[in-house]
């Protein structure tokens, strides 16, 4: 069973910025895909930076150029590296992995932000922005 354990998270002023950290366990090989989401009360699920096993990433248009998504293999540890942080940013924070090569709802490929490419999550890490 895999397990994703996240942290860094906390309160940090607008234009400030933190790095989140998720640790991962329970399977020997890499994840073909590994994100982070976050969630506001009230609203969906909201993937922001996601990375493949080959390095490749994707970014939400409202983080691209603030956020970075790294991965150490070695560690079995995915980060996100958040900078000139807003208080729209003001969520919880879930980090998520899957293994699978390509996941499909109906005929559509889900793509590598959408909350259903995934099926281990972490309990989450919130972070706040104040103004």
């Known amino acids: 069973q895999v397990q994703l354990v996240e942290s860094g998270g906390g309160s940090v002023q607008s234009g400030g910025s933190l790095r989140l950290s998720c640790a991962a366990s329970?399977?020997?090989?890499?994840?073909?895909?590994m994100g982070w989401f976050r969630q506001v009360p009230g609203k969906g699920r909201e993937g922001v930076a996601a990375?493949?096993?080959?390095?490749?990433?994707n970014y939400s248009d409202s983080v691209k150029g603030r956020f970075t998504i790294a991965q150490d293999n070695a560690k079995k540890t995915l980060y996100l590296q958040m900078n000139s942080l807003k208080p729209e940013d003001t969520a919880m924070y879930y980090c998520?992995?899957?293994?699978?090569?390509?996941?499909?709802?109906?005929?559509?490929?889900?793509?590598?932000?959408?909350?259903?490419?995934?099926?281990?999550w972490g309990q989450g890490t919130q972070v706040t922005v104040s103004s």
């Open positions: 998520a992995a899957d293994y699978r090569f390509r996941v499909k709802v109906g005929m559509t490929t889900v793509k590598a932000l959408g909350a259903r490419r995934y099926n281990y």
């Open positions: 329970g399977y020997t090989y890499s994840s073909y895909y």
């Open positions: 990375i493949r096993r080959d390095g490749t990433t």
